[in-house]
Every structure is written in structure tokens, then in C-alpha cells.
T-cell receptor
Framework: GAGVSQSPSNKVTEKGKDVELRCDPISGHTALYWYRQSLGQGLEFLIYFQGNSAPDKSGLPSDRFSAERTGGSVSTLTIQRTQQEDSAVYLC????????????FGPGTRLTVL | SQQGEEDPQALSIQEGENATMNCSYKTSINNLQWYRQNSGRGLVHLILIRSNEREKHSGRLRVTLDTSKKSSSLLITASRAADTASYFCATDDGDYKLSFGAGTTVTVRA
């Protein structure tokens, strides 16, 4: 079946612009995660959605970052007034449910802020 | 925050040799997972080992877990060029957020 998809695969933007990154999780997966990976680094947790529960936003680095998940499926990560330090690969993952489950990752969006 | 730390940072081996990488972590965990990443994009789940397990096998992969030392190892036997990738350990301490290390970059030379 289809895996996690993300769009766009690459995004180049100018400092100060807003960007939206999209994630389509695996159908039926109730949990959705956003991570950020800077060059040569591990993954940094950003935000977690589980079903209709309030999201865990504890990893968002600043109030310029926000995310929503509509209808328990597609999620959008928005970065306002982008800065050069926002340049990274943004990875989305989904898993079947709450708890210690394997996470299935999308191919990521490479964001470059000039 | 990062919990897992992989060692070595980079590893270069000849095709057919075994590759071993280690992961250390700081706090108690429910499970530890290993992921592979090709070309800096999506991660692929390789294997999950629970805190009450000591060793697990999957194909050419062997994972060990020593909770007393808070460490894990991943062994890839009979390596192939296609194994060239970055390998990450990720710990789950029960709060559904995986904590990833910085990874080990493995290069398999033909």
C-alpha cells in the first residue's frame, strides 16, 4: 500500500517568507509526527498528533512554527517569517496508534532559506 | 532532546565484512529502535528491541541491548554496497516521542 507522502520534496524560499509543508500519512494511522533534521544531525522532534487529542507541541522551536491536522489525516506544518536557521529536512512519520509503535517515515521536504 | 549517541560517527568497510555500531542512552526506555537513512531522506525502520529483550535478529541484522549499561549494538553481517547509509538508534521512553542520536554513516566499498 501507499506509504507516507510529503510535498513538496524541495522548497527554496527567501528569508522572511512563509512556507507550508504537507504530509499525507498512511491510511488508518492515527498518530502523526513531525521531525526536523539539520545537516549531519539526528532527528529533532517537533510535534505529535494522536487522533482527536490535543497535539503535543512541545518540540516546536518558536511561535513561528505551527501545525494542524485536518480530519485526522493530512497534516500541514507552517513556518512563518522563515529564517536561515530553519533550513533543514522536515520529516513526517505516522504510526498505527498510541504507544510504542514503529514509525513509518515519509521522504521528507528539504527546505532551504536563502 | 537527543538521548541516543551512536559510535562510531563513520565506518568504512569492504563488501562482505561485518559492520558493528553502538548506541548509548541516558534514561530508562521501553524499547530501542534502529533506523536506516539513505541519501539524507526518509528513514526506514529496521528492528525494534524491547527493554526486556537482550538480543534480536532480522535477516543479516543482529541487535543487542544491555539495559544495565544503557547501550545497544547493531551488527550487519556480510555487508553489501546497498547497506551504505546512515544508521540511527532511537529510544522510546514511553511518551511516544522517539529520541534519535546523530547517527553512524556506513560506507561499504565494493
Amino acid at each position: 500500500g501507499a506509504g507516507v507522502s510529503q510535498s513538496p520534496s524541495n522548497k527554496v524560499t527567501e528569508k522572511g517568507k512563509d512556507v507550508e509543508l504537507r504530509c499525507d500519512p498512511i491510511s488508518g494511522h492515527t498518530a502523526l509526527y513531525w521531525y526536523r533534521q539539520s545537516l549531519g544531525q539526528g532527528l529533532e522532534f517537533l510535534i505529535y498528533f494522536q487522533g482527536n487529542s490535543a497535539p503535543d507541541k512541545s518540540g516546536l522551536p518558536s511561535d513561528r512554527f505551527s501545525a494542524e491536522r485536518t480530519g485526522g489525516s493530512v497534516s500541514t506544518l507552517t513556518i512563518q517569517r522563515t529564517q536561515q536557521e530553519d533550513s533543514a529536512v522536515y520529516l513526517c512519520a505516522s504510526s498505527p496508534g498510541y504507544g510504542s509503535d514503529t514509525q513509518y517515515f515519509g521522504p521528507g521536504t528539504r527546505l532551504t532559506v536563502l | 532532546s537527543q538521548q541516543g549517541e551512536e559510535d562510531p560517527q563513520a565506518l568504512s568497510i569492504q563488501e562482505g565484512e561485518n559492520a558493528t555500531m553502538n548506541c548509548s542512552y541516558k534514561t530508562s526506555i521501553n524499547n530501542l529502535q534502529w533506523y536506516r537513512q539513505n541519501s539524507g531522506r526518509g528513514l526506514v525502520h529496521l528492528i525494534l528491541i524491547r527493554s526486556n529483550e537482550r538480543e534480536k535478529h532480522s535477516g543479516r541484522l543482529r541487535v543487542t541491548l544491555d539495559t544495565s549499561k544503557k547501550s545497544s549494538s547493531l551488527l550487519i553481517t556480510a555487508s553489501r554496497a546497498a547497506d551504505t547509509a546512515s544508521y540511527f538508534c532511537a529510544t522510546d521512553d514511553g511518551d511516544y516521542k522517539l529520541s534519535f542520536g546523530a547517527g553512524t554513516t556506513v560506507t561499504v566499498r565494493a
